[in-house]
């Protein structure tokens, strides 16, 4: 059965090294970019190895901000943008 929901997925160039405050220093191997993501980002970053739908990474999201999936979906929405501008993760 197929979905017609795009997949996202974290690009295989891209390592994460968890920092203590939670959040992660983001390298990207193809690129050789260096950033430093907030707990969310590396939340999601951490999420989609395997390809997986938006609505897949509410959840996650959700439970580590202590809120309702319907409050975490336009956070998670905006977040992947960010993301998917930085080249870290593919739609298809």
Do not use: K
């Not at 295989?12 to 950033?35: C, I, K, M, N, W």
């Not at 390809?51 to 956070?75: K, N």
């Amino acid at each position: 059965m197929f979905s017609d929901t795009p997949t996202i997925r974290r690009v295989g160039s891209l390592r994460l090294r968890p920092e203590p405050d939670g959040g992660a220093r983001v390298v990207d191997d193809s690129t050789f970019a260096a950033a430093q993501v907030n707990q969310a980002a590396r939340i999601l970053l951490e999420a989609p190895r395997e390809p997986c739908a938006e609505r897949d990474l509410v959840t996650p999201l959700a439970s580590a901000a202590g809120c309702s999936p319907a409050e975490a979906a336009a956070p998670v929405a905006r977040l992947l943008a960010d993301l998917a501008a930085h080249g870290w993760v593919e739609s298809s």
